[in-house]
């Protein structure tokens, strides 16, 4: 997309605040062309992970299937980490719970509502995963699970 240099320049200066609470970039290399990709993806934090979604007709998550060491711009600062894709429903659902009762705010941008309690409502977590993927990105101390 044409915007994602600008994206790239501002997560990597010092106007990185600007995006980075919820912005990272993605620097990784595609296991069949070995080249080397930048990208930058909307995450959240769940825990000691982080947690990136995307729908399943793009193709750049297929480079995490069975883990890959990526590179991240996270606030400012380079970091090391590996990044798995979920393609299986049962854990796409599951992270993707956990995604949006981290930021319940953006629930509405996978058309999921809340509960009364503002948790995602389950069932539509279900039909929403349908059409996803969910990306673990975990660091050094985290092992494949």
Do not use: C
């Not at 970039?25 to 000691?48: C, D, H, I, Q």
């Not at 809340?114 to 059409?131: I, N, T, Y």
């Amino acid at each position: 997309m044409w915007y994602n240099g600008i994206m790239a320049w501002i997560l990597k200066s010092p106007f990185h605040p600007l995006l980075s609470k919820n912005t990272l970039l993605l620097e990784y290399t595609g296991r069949r062309s070995g080249k080397a990709f930048v990208t930058p993806v909307n995450y959240v934090r769940t825990g000691e992970e982080l947690m990136v979604t995307s729908q399943r007709h793009r193709t750049w998550w297929r480079n995490f299937i069975g883990g890959a060491p990526v590179r991240l711009w996270l606030a400012g600062e380079q970091v090391n980490a590996r990044a798995i894709t979920q393609v299986d429903p049962d854990e796409v659902v599951q992270s993707l719970q956990k995604y949006l009762t981290a930021a319940p705010q953006i629930a509405r941008y996978f058309q999921v509502s809340l509960d009364e309690q503002g948790r995602p409502k389950s069932a539509e977590v279900e039909l929403a995963a349908l059409s996803r993927v969910a990306v673990r990105i975990l660091f050094n101390s985290n092992k494949d699970q």
